[in-house]
């Protein structure tokens, strides 16, 4: 869940408290927001970066309070393409005007694949050359090293919800005619080509995610037969996890085309592991501890992901552990609470006076 908090691309204060009480309420993996690649590659002026070498420390200060308390630090990478230079969610996403660049905050010349606009009042992306996507993959890899540096376990590659490598995959806002574009294989080319250089910095022994939009588009323009292909070819690259979320080819950024109900996703998660034999992550909806654990039980998913929930009620894992009957579900905690919750315990079970 980006927090359009950052500042100058770096993470402050906030990220430090935002991200640290999910570790506190005993998360397993704590991710960070999508993350820029390069400075343009930012949706907006508060969106996160590490295209800079300045980055590496102050997203140490988290990896390092996140590991403290028992989580993996993760960060999910991407780039927005022509989804950039516009306002927070608040706004709708508006694209960024003169207006704007009068109160400090100049729009830019988005990029994508083909030179078409993700909406009628977005401006026209410049269309990249051949020698632009080499200079963007190296930037790829260097945010991946830089992304070592400051500490963090996993890495994701953001390959879903409209941003860049969803444009290049997406024949909707991919017309390129070259070994970029066409064919299904032309339009993987460039997600290929990501998870390759990334792979090649990302150590062997730490995962590698990649997260796709499994079906998106008008008319079906990217199904799940799609998905499956382009996740076998991911897996000959080296990622280890796929993670299955749906939409943002057109619209804003959270546009679903599927009906949203509880663990709406979940399917696509599921039909992945089984046609493609890669672990996956079933996201979207999953409020509920015995939700959750059906589908791992069931073999739909190997890991389970919550973004809204976990913002709604950040020690979920301690109530889910609870629910489904872990005695030391307390234990989730830092001893600085669970100290305190297991003494309220043991006055709750003493005898009335």
Known sequence: ?????????????????????????????????ETAVEERARKTYGCAGIYADRFTLMYHRITDFLRQHGSL?????????????????????????????????????AVSPSGRAPRADAPTPLELAVTDIQEILAAWREAAQRSLAAGFDICEIHGAHGYLIHQFLSPLANQRTDAYGGDIEGRMRFA??????????WPQDKPLFFRVSAVDGDGGAWDMDDTVALARELKTRGVDVITCSSGGINGPLNMAIVPRTPG????????????????????????????????????????????????????????????????DYLDLLPPAYSWWLKRREEIRALPPE
């Open 192 to 201: 290929l080509e990501v998870a390759e250089t990334v792979r090649a910095v």
């Open 1 to 33: 869940m980006c927090q359009y908090s950052s500042r100058d691309g770096g993470p402050t204060d906030w990220h430090l408290v935002h991200l640290g009480k999910f570790a506190l309420g005993g998360a397993g993996i704590v991710f960070c927001e």
């Open 264 to 327: 709406y996703q979940v399917p696509y998660a599921e039909r992945v592991k089984r046609d493609s034999g890669l672990l996956t992550c079933a996201v979207g909806l999953i409020t509920e501890a015995r939700q959750a654990e059906t589908i791992l039980q069931r073999g739909q998913a190997d890991l389970i992901a919550l973004a809204r929930e976990l913002m709604y009620n950040p020690n979920w894992p301690v109530h889910a552990a609870k629910e489904l009957g872990r005695g």
């Open 73 to 109: 630090p993760a960060i999910q990478l991407g780039h927005a393409g022509r989804k950039a230079s516009c306002g927070p969610p608040w706004t709708n996403f508006k694209p960024l005007t003169d207006e704007d660049a009068g109160r400090g905050m100049p729009p830019w010349r």
